[in-house]
């Protein structure tokens, strides 16, 4: 089973590449710990906008931080908030959208105007305004928690649709007329259907979930005491290191930010070959 898992990503190079990148950075996140002092993530740990050397090979910055000591630990800071509200988000949705596309009517009529008409709503503004109410002592899990208010939305409405193409199949209504409760066929029949689609659904969500965090860190609205990647960008802009000239203050959390994103797009291209019957291939 293991060779024939392996045989198929060996084919698939989507999700190959995906996964070596992100094994990359989980690499880089474990091993850091054990060569580097994560304590020099603290300000005034070091000696200020010192360029790259021996003694610091990502330099440090203005507030006296070993820069590869913040990314070392801000990457898995980062990688938790979109873990967690992509895992809450989607869970939510598919929730919402399995209730609704299954049992139709008036529940699926209420379910469906709560999605369109969230929307409708800007969702930077309304996780701004939920970042700046908490913005006191704003933790890493409050900012994952600020990100899942509105990370469930989509998830709600591409399950819906899935299961409404299933629900009229011919095994959906032998199940039904046979007795099983809706609950049963929900968790028995159509959710192992729809796994491998969950699956992709929960990698786009996550890396929607890290997309939205970096943005609300940039503005200054995340975890000011975290060195997550995010507050990092902050950092950069509030001390205008571009106009500074400290190149190798932006550099690392941006590239670090491209390998994620690359790795989550390819994993998640990766698993909709197998979710999406035209685009599989066999082993």
Partial sequence: MVLKI????????????GLILL???????IVGRFVVDVSNADPLSVSPEKPPSWLYPFGTDSQGRDLLAVMVAGTPLTLRIGVIAGVIGLMVGTTLGFIAAF?????????????DISL??????????????LKQGLTVDQMALIVALLAWRWPARTVRAQVLTMRGRAWVQ?????????????FFELMPNLLPYLAAALVGAIASAILASI??????LGPVDSPTLGMTIYWVIYYAALLHGFW?????????????FVGLFNVAAGLDEIANPRLRKTV
């Fill in 248 to 260: 190798w203050w932006w550099v690392p959390p941006i590239a670090i930010i491209t390998i994620l």
């Fill in 103 to 115: 049992y139709g009517g008036t529940v699926d009529a209420v379910i469906r105007t709560i999605i």
């Fill in 215 to 220: 943005g609300l860190e940039a503005l200054g």
């Fill in 174 to 186: 032998v199940a039904q007329m046979s007795g099983v409760g809706g609950f049963k066929i929900i």
């Fill in 6 to 17: 392996w045989r198929y990503v060996r084919r698939n190079p989507n999700l190959l590449f």
């Fill in 120 to 133: 409708t709503v800007p969702g930077l503004l309304v996780l701004i305004i939920a970042a700046v109410f």
């Fill in 23 to 29: 094994l990359i950075l989980l690499v880089f996140s």
